[in-house]
């Protein structure tokens, strides 16, 4: 069955201080790797979609990039707005739906 | 840009009780689904439809039923509420097309309680 591992659970970061967070998947036949964000009390919010290894999405101080066992998703320079849960996720075997992992909760302290 | 809406946004039941979750989506999107959310254990997809009439069981359908009546409309129904069924319910809605494949829109959440 295909499986999103995510790592850490939790991480906090200072203002300022760079990290990644790390994704990874086993799936047979990679049909997309999806983030999202989730901030408190609100739905998951689309970011990006990677389709193959070695592609990369950037959104302001977000980078997602992927190989073919993992996702990374950078985070240059956070600032305290960047605190939220961050999501992967690949397509269900039918094609329709996702299989989440289980996030990576993010607080950025100033 | 309302998007999807899903109401209520809180709930209560006690163990026995039955209640529906209505989501609502003007996007005109094909696809729609229900799934769960529970400390530890991630988003769980519950129920999908992929049209109007059509509706198919997700990774954890028992106990939840589901009706597509209408295009924009998903309704999720609990017949007999368990305290197993406290949870967060989202709904998601997905344009059909090969950019839009598996982009998902979310509404705000349902938080039900059974005691």
């Known amino acids: 069955e295909d499986q999103v591992t995510q790592s850490p659970e939790a991480l906090r970061l200072q203002e300022g201080e760079s990290s990644s967070l790390n994704c990874s998947y086993t799936v047979s036949g990679l049909r997309g790797l999806f983030w999202y964000r989730q901030d408190p009390g609100k739905g998951p919010e689309f970011l990006f979609t990677l389709y193959s290894a070695g592609e990369e999405k950037e959104k302001e101080r977000l980078k997602a990039t992927l190989t073919k066992k993992e996702s990374f998703l950078h985070i240059t320079a956070p600032k305290p707005e960047d605190s939220a849960t961050y999501l992967c996720?690949?397509?269900?075997?039918?094609?329709?739906?996702?299989?989440f992992g289980k996030g990576t909760s993010l607080l950025v302290t100033p | 840009n309302a998007g999807v809406t899903q109401t209520p946004k809180f709930r209560v039941l006690k163990t026995g009780q039955s209640m529906t979750l209505l989501c609502a989506q003007d996007m005109n999107h094909e696809y729609m689904y229900w799934y769960r959310q529970d400390p530890g254990m991630g988003l769980r997809l519950i129920h999908y439809?992929?049209?109007?009439?059509?509706?198919a069981k997700g990774e954890v359908p028992d106990g939840y039923n589901v009706s597509r009546l209408k295009k924009q409309n998903f309704l999720l129904g609990l017949e007999s509420a368990a305290p197993s069924q406290t949870s967060v319910y989202f709904c998601a809605s997905e344009a059909v097309g090969n950019t839009a494949k598996n982009i998902q829109y979310f509404g705000a959440g349902t938080r039900l309680s059974v005691l």
């Open positions: 439809s992929v049209g109007e009439g059509t509706t």
């Open positions: 996720a690949v397509p269900r075997g039918a094609g329709y739906a996702l299989n």
